[in-house]
């Protein structure tokens, strides 16, 4: 069974930084593309940045470039995040998301994790 | 990459069919069939219900299906069910590695 376990979301000041971090289990992780999405509380889905199967590929949505950088790790099966110069608007749940069914999908987000709930305030 | 955009709300009693339309532009729904369908339910994760326009992931009920005309992609729930009651999102592809949700569809059923 495929799990995605996030972590390391929290309360930042504006301007701060914060790493998520997500765990998966129970498919070939190095075999997907992986991504992040976030989610305003109360508003809806928003894609954030994707990377490929080695890490040699990232992209980007234009409100973080610059300040998030997504990396994996295929021996430790995780999933990075780093946001620095965080915003009140970055304010959200974040979810590690897996692309499929078919490892090659690009364009489906099959599995989710529970999501990680980062607040920007002062 | 503004957001495609849907009705802010559906609803249908049991055993009815609902729905749900999703209209973006000639950048995303109308040039590619990679677009996918979220259900949501209060506090939780999203589930894929529908991906490429028309395909089911393994598990999701044949009740849930898609469809694509022009710039304007549809799920319709046949059937509906007391736990079909949730938020759905839309997502399409709009090339360059860019992607592009829907604004969002509460399902009440009555």
């Known amino acids: 069974e495929v799990h995605l376990v996030e972590s390391g979301g929290g309360l930042v000041q504006p301007g701060g930084s914060l790493r998520l971090s997500c765990v998966a289990s129970?498919?070939?992780?190095?075999?997907?593309?992986m991504t992040w999405v976030r989610q305003a509380p109360g508003k809806g889905l928003e894609y954030m940045a994707n990377i490929n199967r080695d890490g040699s590929e990232k992209n980007y949505v234009d409100s973080v470039k610059g300040r998030f950088t997504i990396s994996r790790d295929n021996a430790k099966n995780s999933l990075y995040l780093q946001m620095n110069t965080l915003r009140v608007e970055d304010t959200a749940v974040y979810y590690c998301?897996?692309?499929?069914?078919?490892?090659?999908?690009?364009?489906?987000?099959?599995?989710w994790g529970q999501g990680s709930l980062v607040t920007v305030s002062s | 990459q503004s957001a495609l955009t849907q009705p802010p709300s559906a609803s249908g009693s049991p055993g009815q069919s609902v729905t749900i339309s999703c209209t973006g532009t000639?950048?995303?729904?109308?040039?590619?069939?990679?677009v996918s369908w979220y259900q949501q339910h209060p506090g939780k994760a999203p589930k894929l219900m529908i991906y490429?326009?028309?395909k089911r992931p393994s598990g999701v009920p044949d009740r849930f299906s898609g469809s694509k005309s022009g710039n304007t992609a549809s799920l319709t729930v046949s059937g509906l069910q007391a736990e079909d009651e949730a938020d759905y999102y839309c997502c399409s592809y709009a090339g360059s590695q860019n992607y592009v949700f829907g604004t969002g569809t509460k399902v009440t059923v009555l």
């Open positions: 000639s950048s995303d729904v109308g040039t590619y069939n990679f």
């Open positions: 490429e326009v028309t």
């Open positions: 129970g498919f070939s992780y190095s075999s997907y593309w």
């Open positions: 998301v897996r692309y499929g069914p078919s490892q090659t999908t690009k364009t489906a987000y099959e599995y």
